[in-house]
């Protein structure tokens, strides 16, 4: 079985092969950071493990790992990796012979992982399955991505180490906007456990009329987006407004059909993903890699589309939901 643990160990071999590579080319911060993302990967479930028996030691290293991170990144010591111009003659020769190929890894990923997710039921046999019960989303993402990469080295007939390399040039543009999501998205598991899903669902007792459909529906789209705007992730807001709006007002209190709540919700939290900087990953590092003048201009050019989608959404939500 692919548990897992598997995929945080493969992605430490990636961070830990950009750490090596940045120590090589004398960048001490990034080979720092990417060190210790590949550490706590590597180790999570040793500090997993260390915590349920009730050693707080290794929990708290991890914190402060985390910490060591946020000052790395918030200093601006980390080094973006300037593109290599020496080899762009052969780069352009390579991309003009292979032609659409070049495509082919990347459509691999999405076509792979959704395959497996559907036939991952299938994939057992007695007691042995490919993928843990109804957990088979990452470790098929996981795969996909392996076999993408494992094809694009046969397309490109390059060798391994080039992947690693090409993984670390690419994580050194990204820089530290790469571990954003997941840290917004544990922001939201944090927002949830101190109550701040609770002190919505009151203040928005006090704003609206909470017997309305309509401004129940209104106030949770809404919600979703600006609280994604706020904490930059979809994924951070939805705890926070599922337990302040979704779940006590529009489900409990009004009836409303809990898979059309949630999925119509994280679709219009997505669109303040469009609106806002601190999807930093989406909308600031696009305008640093493409070199826009206006750091701004994703949002900028986002601004009406996001708009529209979010009314739509709010829309669909009241028409779908109460059937």
């Known amino acids: 079985m692919i548990a897992l643990a598997y995929v945080w160990w493969l992605a430490a071999f990636v961070f830990a092969a950009a750490a090596y590579f940045d120590l090589r080319a004398r960048r001490w911060s990034n080979a720092l950071f990417w060190a210790l993302m590949a550490v706590v990967f590597a180790a999570g479930d040793t500090i997993l493990a260390a915590d349920k ?3 707080r030691l290794p929990t708290q290293l991890a914190g402060v790992a985390v910490v060591v991170l946020a000052l790395l990144a918030g200093t601006g010591r ?8 020496a080899d762009s003659g052969l780069r352009e020769a390579s991309a003009q012979r292979l032609g659409h190929r070049l495509f082919g890894p990347a459509l691999m990923i999405p076509l792979v992982t959704t395959m497996l997710v559907v036939l991952a039921p299938y994939l057992a046999s007695d007691s042995w399955r490919l993928f843990p019960a109804g957990n088979a989303t990452v470790q098929a993402l996981a795969m996909g991505c392996v076999l993408a990469a494992l094809y694009a080295l046969h397309v490109t007939r390059s060798r391994p180490s080039q992947a690693m390399r090409e993984s670390s040039r690419l994580l050194d543009q990204l820089s530290w906007a790469v571990v954003l999501p997941m840290l917004l998205a544990a922001l939201g598991g944090v927002f949830e456990s101190t109550g701040v899903g609770n002190a919505v669902a009151s203040l928005i007792g006090q704003i609206i009329a909470t017997d309305s459909r309509l401004a129940c529906t209104i106030a949770y789209g809404l919600g979703m987006v600006v609280f994604t705007m706020i904490m930059g992730n979809a994924f951070a807001a939805f705890p926070v407004m599922a337990s302040g709006i979704g779940l006590p007002l529009l489900i409990r209190q009004h009836g ?9 919700g994280m679709l219009t939290g997505y669109c303040g ?5 601190m999807a930093a990953n989406f909308n600031i590092v696009p305008a640093v890699l493409l070199e826009l003048k206006d750091s701004y201009g994703v949002i900028r050019m986002q601004t009406v589309t996001a708009l529209l989608l ?3 959404n709010i829309t669909l939500l009241y028409i779908l939901a109460f059937r």
């Not at 980390?78 to 111009?85: A, K, L, V």
């Not at 409303?256 to 119509?264: N, R, S, T």
């Open 53 to 55: 028996a009730g050693d």
């Open 78 to 85: 980390m080094r973006r990796n300037p593109p290599c111009t």
């Open 256 to 264: 409303a059909d809990p898979a059309v709540v949630g999925a119509i």
């Open 273 to 277: 993903t469009l609106l806002t900087p």
């Open 310 to 312: 979010a009314a739509v």
